[in-house]
């Protein structure tokens, strides 16, 4: 009995301890849990959260995803190779980009067969007022085949000039020889063209004897004034170089100038008038050149009726 009560006094001490130890750690536990709840009670529970801005913009896709959204399917919009393709084409026919090419396309070999028209040109110059494009084409023609011939009148001048155009690049180089060869009473220059021949039309051109005959006796007037009426214009060569029996003026609210067809009685006044270009007519110098054309009569349109 006595070996047992003296050994209860030596335990109390160490429970005493452990329960010490216990209750201290429990108040640092409480003091903790105490430091956390008074540090959250200043945050406001309102508050959105907080995505900082590198995470926004690096994954942005993260926030759009779903479970619900429906399947993707690439080849459903033409994400397949030929639809792909077709859709494609579609879009640039849309935007008119595949018109567009065609465009630059045509522009460009209209350029190139522009320039192997200018290649194939040259320039006669101080072409005497008696020479006619026909006797002019049949003394190139000597060089090569010639496919067109155009005489034109210089105001500046009492001669004329010409583009002569051949079939290949050939005839146009050996043309070249011809300058200083006596055509009539002067010597003419012939030199490399930069410019082509502007076509004209061919429903305008003669087509029966009589239109070719009719042309021999017209000229082509330009640089007429808009204030000068037709009958100006018939007075103005009638005066200076004979009968007048066909004119047409023409004109319009774009140009600043009108032109003119005159055709005469005779041949011979056809080249007269010639020798007008340069001419005041009007307030202005009124240019002539052989016609290319015939004058054609107006249809009376009260007898077709």
Do not use: W
Not at 278 to 304: D, E, Q, Y
């Amino acid at each position: 009995m006595a070996a047992v009560a003296g050994g209860s006094p030596a335990a109390a001490p160490a429970d005493s301890a452990a329960v010490a130890a216990a209750a201290a750690k429990e108040a640092e536990y409480q003091t903790g849990v105490q430091k956390l709840v008074d540090l959250l009670s200043k945050l406001n529970p309102a508050a959105k959260e907080f995505i900082p801005s590198s995470a926004a913009v690096s994954s942005p896709s993260k926030k759009a995803l779903s479970a619900d959204a429906p399947v993707f399917d690439y080849y459903s919009i033409g994400g397949g190779k030929e639809s792909g393709a077709d859709a494609y084409q579609q879009r640039r026919k849309k935007n008119g980009y595949i018109s567009q090419g065609r465009r630059r396309m045509n522009d460009r070999a209209r350029h190139a067969d522009r320039e192997d028209s200018i290649r194939r040109t040259v320039y006669v110059s101080d072409i005497d007022h008696t020479m006619t494009e026909e006797r002019l084409a049949d003394i190139f023609a000597n060089c090569g085949q010639v496919v067109d011939c155009r005489i034109c009148g210089d105001p500046h001048s009492v001669l004329r000039f010409a583009f002569i155009e051949f079939g290949d690049e050939e005839g146009a180089r050996a043309a070249l020889n011809l300058g200083g060869t006596m055509l009539g009473f002067y010597p003419v220059r012939v030199l490399p063209s930069k410019t082509a021949i502007l076509p004209v039309n061919p429903k305008f051109l003669p087509r029966t004897e009589d239109e070719k005959e009719m042309v021999i006796r017209t000229v082509y007037c330009t640089n007429i004034d808009k204030k000068v009426t037709q009958l100006d214009v018939k007075n103005f060569f009638e005066e200076l170089c004979g009968e007048v029996s066909r004119l047409r003026l023409l004109g319009d609210n774009v140009h600043s100038t009108r032109i003119a067809f005159v055709e005469f009685v005779h041949a011979e006044c056809a080249i007269m008038a010639l020798n007008c270009s340069g001419m005041i007519l009007g307030t202005l110098p009124v240019r002539v050149s052989p016609s290319k054309t015939p004058v054609k009569p107006r249809l009376n349109r009260v007898a077709s009726n």
